[in-house]
C-alpha cells in the first residue's frame, strides 16, 4: 500500500489560486506516475493532470491547460499541483493518485493503483 495524502484544498474566490500537494509518508514517489484527478457532485471523475516520471512529462486536460501546473520535488518526496485563475466549475474532491510504472503518465484512472482519501475544493464568491 502506498499512503498517499493530499492537502491544500479550501475555500477561494473565482480567479484565485490554491496549490494542493501529494504525499506518501515514508515512501518515495520517485519511481512513480502520479495522477490528479477530481469529482464534482452528481458527475464522474476525470482526470485532471498528470507527470510522469521517466522525463518528467505532462498530460493536462483541455480544460485546466495554461491554468493548471503539475511538478515534483522529488527531495521533498512532493507532488504538487497548481492551479490558477480558479472556476467555479473546478469545485470538486481533488484526488492523487500513483501508479508504479516507467511508462507516460495517462489521464485514466483505472491506471493507477493508489489513490489518496481526497481534499475538498471550493471556487465560490
Known amino acids: 500500500q502506498l499512503p498517499l495524502v493530499e492537502s491544500g484544498g479550501g475555500l477561494v474566490q473565482p480567479g484565485g489560486s490554491l496549490r494542493l500537494s501529494c504525499t506518501a509518508g515514508?515512501?518515495?514517489?520517485?519511481?512513480?506516475?502520479i495522477g490528479w484527478f477530481r469529482q464534482a457532485p452528481g458527475k464522474e471523475r476525470e482526470g485532471v493532470i498528470c507527470?510522469?516520471?521517466?522525463?518528467?512529462?505532462?498530460t493536462a486536460a483541455d480544460s485546466v491547460k495554461e491554468r493548471f501546473t503539475i511538478s515534483r520535488d522529488d527531495a521533498k518526496n512532493t507532488v504538487w499541483l497548481q492551479m490558477d485563475s480558479l472556476k467555479p466549475e473546478d469545485t470538486a474532491v481533488y484526488y492523487c493518485?500513483?501508479?508504479?510504472?516507467?511508462?507516460?503518465?495517462?489521464?485514466?484512472?483505472?491506471?493507477?493503483?493508489?489513490w489518496g482519501q481526497g481534499t475538498q475544493v471550493t471556487v465560490s464568491s
Open positions: 493518485a500513483a501508479d508504479l510504472s516507467s511508462r507516460p503518465c495517462t489521464l485514466s484512472g483505472p491506471d493507477y493503483d493508489y
Open positions: 515514508e515512501y518515495l514517489l520517485n519511481y512513480y506516475r
Open positions: 507527470i510522469s516520471w521517466v522525463g518528467g512529462t505532462t
